[in-house]
């Protein structure tokens, strides 16, 4: 299998680590604590491509991921969705969301700039990630 992320991704976040079917992507914005959830198949842009147990396996990964989120953040609410307009490869964004965030209670994609974590704090944050979804660490 020969999975490549698009560029676009990678530009945006830091890699988490690996579930079972999905990279784990921490987002570059520290105004809203964001996952992005990329099957690692190849030519994929709509859930529906993915075989129905792989479905499966990605809701349970979404589920997975705003659970950590929810649990490490104190979110008020988990946002998930699949939109893809931008980026065409399948990715699905897990967002917690607070009643003080500057998107709030209106979706973050448009809402200013992004603010990139400070070193230090991504770091924690990746490290607290990877033990919630109980990852050894990214590529």
């Not at 944050?125 to 979804?133: H, Q, S, V, Y």
Request: hydrophobic share 50%.
């Amino acid at each position: 299998m020969d999975f490549r992320l698009d560029s676009r991704l990678a530009a945006d976040t830091f890699v988490v680590g690996d579930l079972g079917l999905c990279r784990a992507l921490l987002m570059n914005d520290s105004r809203f604590p964001w996952l992005i959830l990329v099957p690692r198949r190849d030519s994929l842009s709509e859930i529906h491509d993915l075989a129905a147990p792989e479905r499966a396996i990605l809701v349970e990964e979404a589920a997975m991921a705003g659970e950590s989120l929810k649990s490490l953040t104190g979110a008020k609410k988990i946002n998930v969705a699949a939109l893809g307009n931008v980026v065409p490869q399948l990715h699905v964004h897990v967002v917690a969301r607070f009643e003080d965030d500057p998107a709030w209670p209106g979706p973050v994609w448009g809402s200013g700039a992004a603010v990139a974590y400070e070193p230090q704090a991504a770091a924690r944050l990746i490290a607290d990630l990877r033990r919630a979804l109980s990852l050894n660490g990214g590529d």
